[in-house]
């Protein structure tokens, strides 16, 4: 480790984050504390938004993406069995809507999930909030998963004590 890599992470160890940005030119991911806001381009590639979905469900198995879905009364059922765990639901006119609750330590719901936003990146982008534990350690963890994924980069962070720290594109 250099001496710049050292003093950057003394600069980390003192002070808290406001918010962490990183990606590629796909995906765009903002982690603070409680929520992690995730953009993927409708050119991301199937890989990245699992890579993406495991790598947080590896960070925190509390995670849990909240989503509003209106369905016929039996579709609700067979979301239940693919993880999704009901909060409410009730009757509309063109069907039901159903709140659900998307967990990260269930396996079958965020393969379902990875497949409802690859099938939704055909016709557009997609926005997702992930609502988690996290701290700065949980952070700094994510980011080191996400490293694994080809053209990652850190773009921004944002410290709640002193504003930004690092000269890098704004998302």
Same mark, same amino acid.
């Given at each position: 480790m250099d001496n710049a890599e050292k003093k950057q992470k003394a600069i980390e160890a003192t002070h808290s984050l406001s918010s962490y940005a990183m990606g590629t030119d796909e995906v765009n991911i903002v982690c603070t504390y409680g929520k992690i806001s995730i953009w993927y381009g409708?050119?991301?590639a199937a890989v990245i938004v699992g890579q993406t979905l495991i790598s947080i469900s590896k960070i925190d198995k509390t995670a849990v993406h909240e989503t !509003?879905?209106?369905c016929d009364f039996?579709?609700?059922? !067979?979301y !239940? +069995? +693919?993880g999704y765990i009901l909060v409410s639901y009730a009757k509309t006119h063109n069907g039901y809507r159903a709140m659900f609750n998307i967990p990260f330590y269930s396996d079958k719901a965020l393969y379902h999930l990875a497949e409802s936003i690859i099938e939704d990146l055909k016709k557009d982008d997609v926005h997702l909030d992930i609502y988690w534990n996290g701290d700065d350690s949980d952070i700094a963890r994510l980011s080191e998963e996400f490293k694994n994924i080809e053209g990652w980069k850190v773009k921004d962070i944002t410290y709640k004590d002193e504003g930004k720290h690092r000269d890098s594109p704004k998302i």
């Open positions: 409708r050119q991301t !509003e879905l209106v039996d579709k609700i059922t !067979e !239940e +069995s +693919s």
